[in-house]
């Protein structure tokens, strides 16, 4: 097995917007990670988003990038917030082989009034409600999805509480989100938003040793956990909870220098590092499919100044069709 250094010789760093896939043998760990620059840029600038949305909003998106790339399949990943929270919902999803797009919806008033009041740490914006991880691998196949409740933890501990209870793998999950601040080429004040993540999952060939401490049985357990983790995952775990904001999102550190850091004297094997770009995947015909289930009152009411104008959440792109159009698609069905 060739060194961390050797490979990178071979490979390159990888840079922004591309996930690096790792693999520990001596700790029997696999995982991914990632740090997102000009992608998430683009996703964030498209709607203005407030400073403590874009940063829910890309932890979302970083979360979604790990493990949607890591499908094996032609399908779609999806993560989703639907909560009472200022911030009621997040939204951001991978369409293999690497399209990527995000998006949020805030009250305003609420927004302002949580900020004011000191209550802007993500778990006050999100409120109660739920986060929910679909995999979705077309129309023949019916689609998986897993819910974990929204309680006032963070993303990451939410996300590692999915893995427990519906993977029932253990899994490590840090996630990172930074504002730049610096000059352009003519000296003009401009703000950068880059995030990074990682995950990482104890992977075994002998499956018991994956058996993690029993969950707490809530109000009058007071018993201890009858067992404990596995040695070699509690290191890997370990390492990766030394992880810190400026690891994942200084471009001057990068993927494998992060990798390097944490796992080098255990012996880290990179691979390929995977693309992911900002694509949307609506377009004309899509949205012509929603507007033929409309009756024709809908049709009638949705139309102004002459025609039926559908604006994508994503990716802000305007579409428009002339109430004619419409009628005749519903009429061909």
């Known amino acids: 097995?060739?060194?961390?250094?050797?490979?990178?010789?071979?490979?390159?760093?990888?840079?922004?917007?591309?996930?690096?896939?790792?693999?520990?043998?001596?700790?029997?760990?696999?995982?991914?990670?990632?740090?997102?620059?000009?992608?998430?840029?683009?996703?964030?600038?498209?709607?203005?988003?407030?400073?403590?949305?874009?940063?829910?909003?890309?932890?979302?998106?970083?979360?979604?990038t790990l493990i949607g790339t890591s499908l094996k399949f032609e399908g779609k990943f999806t993560v989703q917030t639907k909560s009472d929270g200022a911030v009621d919902l997040l939204v951001a999803d991978f369409s293999t082989p690497d399209a990527l797009r995000g998006y949020a919806r805030f009250n305003q008033e609420a927004l302002e009034a949580a900020v004011a009041a000191g209550k802007a740490e993500p778990q006050d914006l999100l409120g109660a409600g739920v986060l929910a991880f679909t995999i979705d691998q077309g129309k023949y196949m019916q689609p998986y999805q897993g819910i974990v409740q929204l309680d006032g933890r963070s993303l990451e501990e939410i996300a590692m509480a999915y893995f427990r209870q519906s993977e029932q793998i253990p899994t490590a999950v840090r996630?990172?989100?930074?504002?730049?601040?610096?000059?352009?080429?003519?000296?003009?004040?401009?703000?950068?938003?880059?995030?990074?993540?990682?995950?990482?999952?104890?992977?075994?060939?002998?499956?018991?040793?994956?058996?993690?401490?029993?969950?707490?049985?809530?109000?009058?357990?007071?018993?201890?956990?009858?067992?404990?983790?596995?040695?070699?995952?509690?290191?890997?775990?370990?390492?990766?909870?030394?992880?810190?904001?400026?690891?994942?999102?200084?471009?001057?550190?990068?993927?494998?220098?992060l990798l390097f850091r944490l796992f080098h004297e255990r012996g880290v094997?990179?691979?390929?590092?995977?693309?992911?770009?900002?694509?949307?995947?609506?377009?004309?015909?899509?949205?012509?499919?929603?507007?033929?289930?409309?009756?024709?009152?809908?049709?009638?009411?949705?139309?102004?100044?002459?025609?039926?104008?559908?604006t994508c959440e994503f990716c802000s792109t305007l579409y428009e069709y002339t109430p004619q159009e419409v009628r005749d698609a519903v009429k061909g069905q």
Not at 13 to 39: C, E, H, K, S, W
Not at 44 to 59: D, G, I, M
Not at 231 to 246: F, G, K, P, Q
Not at 276 to 305: Q, W
């Open 175 to 257: 996630l990172g989100v930074a504002k730049l601040i610096d000059r352009d080429d003519d000296g003009n004040t401009r703000e950068r938003w880059r995030a990074g993540g990682l995950v990482a999952q104890f992977l075994p060939e002998e499956a018991g040793r994956m058996r993690q401490p029993d969950l707490h049985g809530g109000d009058g357990d007071d018993g201890e956990p009858s067992h404990g983790m596995d040695d070699s995952w509690n290191e890997a775990r370990a390492m990766v909870e030394t992880i810190d904001l400026d690891e994942m999102t200084d471009p001057e550190i990068g993927a494998e220098r």
């Open 1 to 64: 097995m060739q060194d961390l250094e050797s490979q990178l010789g071979e490979l390159g760093f990888a840079g922004d917007d591309m996930v690096v896939p790792f693999q520990v043998d001596a700790l029997d760990v696999r995982g991914r990670t990632v740090q997102l620059g000009g992608l998430l840029d683009t996703i964030l600038e498209r709607h203005n988003y407030p400073e403590a949305v874009a940063r829910l909003l890309s932890e979302v998106i970083v979360l979604t």
């Open 269 to 310: 094997r990179v691979y390929p590092a995977q693309p992911v770009y900002d694509r949307c995947s609506c377009s004309r015909e899509r949205i012509m499919d929603v507007l033929k289930g409309f009756t024709a009152e809908e049709i009638d009411e949705s139309t102004e100044d002459g025609k039926i104008s559908v």
